[in-house]
């Protein structure tokens, strides 16, 4: 019997827990190919001024002009313009995530 109040007790505190990570929905959002090498260039390029958008948000035929718009902000702002490769890199993470088209 004693050990049915214990084990109810662990199950309501993992049960609270379980709730209170949940009133942080920050934490929760999921971008495509985590952990990848492509979505850490992605995230360090793309979260300097703003949190870097979902890859759905803009179709592959969109995100192109995109990427130029922030590379504009970016030297207005006197922020290092991002090399070729890693922007080119951005554009492939982006293109094969994107919205499909409609
Ligand atoms: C130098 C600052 C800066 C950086 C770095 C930056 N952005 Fe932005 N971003 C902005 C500003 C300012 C706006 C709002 C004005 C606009 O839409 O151009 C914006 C808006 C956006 C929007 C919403 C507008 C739209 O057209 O949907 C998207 C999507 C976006 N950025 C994607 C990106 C991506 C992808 C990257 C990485 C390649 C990036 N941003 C990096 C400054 C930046």
Same mark, same amino acid.
């Given at each position: ?42 995230? %360090? ?5 703003? #949190?870097?958008? &979902?890859?759905?948000?803009?179709? @592959?035929?969109?995100?192109?002009? !995109?990427? %130029? ?5 970016? #030297?207005?702002? &006197?922020?290092?313009?991002?090399? @070729?490769?890693?922007?080119?890199? !951005? ?10 088209? &409609?």
């Amino acid at each position: 019997m004693k050990c049915i109040a214990l084990l109810s007790g662990i199950i309501l505190v993992l049960g609270v827990a379980g709730c209170d990570s949940g009133s942080h929905p920050k934490q929760t959002v999921d971008y495509p190919e985590m952990g990848s090498q492509a979505f850490q260039n992605y995230r %360090a390029l793309c979260s300097v001024c703003h #949190v870097p958008p &979902r890859t759905t948000t803009h179709t @592959a035929a969109q995100w192109p002009s !995109v990427i %130029a718009r922030m590379q504009q902000h970016r #030297v207005e702002r &006197r922020i290092a313009p991002m090399a @070729a490769d890693r922007m080119a890199a !951005v554009r492939e993470y982006l293109l094969r995530n994107a919205a499909r088209e &409609r």
